[in-house]
């Protein structure tokens, strides 16, 4: 998907930190978000994406934006075919969108 980054959602930045390379921890949701479309707020850069609407393996999705700030401390970058994996109820809604 052009233009769109995900990235895979832990459940603080304590077990990001933990994760290592291994991306052991995670919460079993991934947020997309399209990085050219933000806006500023009191938490600072918002960007428009999806995320999962529970803190539960594969949740279902919604709309919403995620701040910069919680993507560096509580995230991590990953790849396309690794957030089909871990997340697909995400790309039901995004595949449905394009």
């Known amino acids: 998907m052009k233009n769109t980054r995900f990235y895979l959602e832990f459940p603080d930045a304590t077990a990001k ?11 079993g949701n991934v947020i997309a978000i399209w990085p050219e479309q933000y806006y500023i707020s009191v938490e600072g850069v918002m960007f428009d994406g ?22 560096q401390s509580n ?8 957030a089909r994996e871990i997340h697909p109820e995400l790309f039901v809604r995004l595949d449905e969108s394009e």
């Open 75 to 82: 995230c991590k970058r990953i790849s396309e075919k690794l």
């Open 17 to 27: 930190r933990k994760s290592g390379k291994s991306n052991i921890g995670h919460s």
């Open 50 to 71: 999806m995320s999962g609407v529970y803190s539960c393996e594969n949740s279902p999705v919604c709309s919403g934006g995620a701040s910069l700030g919680y993507l």
